[in-house]
T-cell receptor, first 116, second 112 residues
Framework: DTGVSQNPRHKITKRGQNVTFRCDPI?????LYWYRQTLGQGPEFLTY????????KSRLLSDRFSAERPKGSFSTLEIQRTEQGDSAMYLC??????????????FGPGTRLTVL | QKEVEQDPGPLSVPEGAIVSLNCTYS??????FMWYRQYSRKGPELLMY????GNKEDGRFTAQVDKSSKYISLFIRDSQPSDSATYLC????????????FGAGTRLFVKA
């Protein structure tokens, strides 16, 4: 297994455009998380999935953001009508998630978004 | 006030020094404590994972958790230039979900 992968690695877009990012978790990992990280800050939780169910969303996730995980495999994060404040690194992580406790999350390399 | 506080540094030490990194937190529900290392423009990489209070050692790294003081530490012995990175503390627990809260990260520079 090659770990968590994210595509694209970099995205430059103009304000107002829509963007979509993809995350492929480690195979057999049931939980998938999305985070946003800005310069000089730690990752901020956005949302997570247990299999295909989206179980928690941060208030950071405005109505312009939507995430899906069809069939409990890969996930997509879409940002509509991008704003300059959306410029950040978007990180995906996955974990086994077979129990009722927190378990170890493994991160992907991230997608760096720049909104001009 | 943030749930997790971490001094952003930067922290600069000579090669071979013992490095001490710390975080404080406010939510007593946290039970799982992690330390991640992040190189520039890369995703975080898990270093240590501790449940509840106590110490855990892995090679040159030692993690300590003091739940009574809401204080966690990471010690790096015999630091190397390759340890230069940002170190993020993270924690989660009985907060009604599996959300993990990260500190802002401490930038560490180990000089050869």
């Amino acid at each position: 297994d090659t770990g968590v992968s994210q595509n694209p690695r970099h995205k430059i877009t103009k304000r107002g455009q829509n963007v979509t990012f993809r995350c492929d978790p480690i195979s057999e990992h049931n939980r998938l998380y999305w985070y946003r990280q800005t310069l000089g800050q730690g990752p901020e939780f956005l949302t997570y999935f247990q299999n295909e169910a989206q179980l928690e969303k941060s208030r950071l996730l405005s109505d312009r953001f939507s995430a899906e995980r069809p069939k409990g495999s890969f996930s997509t994060l879409e940002i509509q009508r991008t704003e300059q404040g959306d410029s950040a690194m978007y990180l995906c992580a996955s974990s086994l998630g077979t129990g009722f406790d927190t378990d170890t999350q493994y991160f992907g390399p991230g997608t760096r978004l720049t909104v001009l | 006030q943030k749930e997790v506080e971490q001094d952003p540094g930067p922290l600069s030490v000579p090669e071979g020094a013992i490095v001490s990194l710390n975080c404080t937190y406010s939510n007593s529900a946290f039970q799982y404590f992690m330390w991640y290392r992040q190189y520039s423009r890369k995703g975080p990489e898990l270093l240590m994972y501790t449940y509840s209070s106590g110490n855990k050692e892995d090679g040159r790294f030692t993690a300590q958790v003091d739940k009574s003081s809401k204080y966690i530490s990471l010690f790096i012995r015999d630091s190397q230039p390759s340890d230069s990175a940002t170190y993020l503390c993270a924690m989660s627990g009985n907060t009604g979900g599996f959300k993990t809260i990260f500190g802002a990260g401490t930038r560490l520079f180990v000089k050869a």
